[in-house]
Nanobody, 125 residues
Framework: QVQLVESGGGLVQPGGSLRLSCAAS????????MGWYRQVPGNARELVAT???????KDADSVKGRFTISRDDAKKTVYLQMTSLKPDDTAVYYC???????????????????WGRGTVVTVSS
């Protein structure tokens, strides 16, 4: 089974920090863009940040200067370092991997898109 698993969410006070991690598992050969999205109940899932294979990053305007995305290809893991957290950052955070090449049941699949199940981040006093 090829999957992504997020970790690191929790309750934090405004102005605090959290680091989210997302590890890919299974017979994965390669991964293209990795990223983080977040979703508040009743709202659409929105892009937070992405990072390409060469390290190129894109951040949503709402998190620029506060969040930093990074990846460790050896560990097949993407991270989101969040600082100066605000109550508006409260959401379920999902990681995604695009352009995934993987083997399942001895069959090679290309250009798969994977999503984690989400980790809850609550910013509150």
């Amino acid at each position: 089974q090829v999957q992504l698993v997020e970790s690191g969410g929790g309750l934090v006070q405004p102005g605090g920090s959290l680091r989210l991690s997302c590890a890919a598992s299974g017979e994965i050969i390669g991964i293209g863009v990795m990223g983080w999205y977040r979703q508040v109940p009743g709202n659409a899932r929105e892009l937070v940040a992405t990072i390409d294979v060469d390290g190129t990053t894109k951040d949503a305007d709402s998190v620029k200067g506060r969040f930093t995305i990074s990846r460790d290809d050896a560990k097949k893991t993407v991270y989101l370092q969040m600082t100066s957290l605000k109550p508006d950052d409260t959401a379920v955070y999902y990681c995604t991997a695009q352009g995934v090449t993987a083997v399942e049941n001895d069959v090679l699949y290309r250009n798969q898109e994977l999503w984690g199940r989400g980790t809850v981040v609550t910013v509150s006093s």
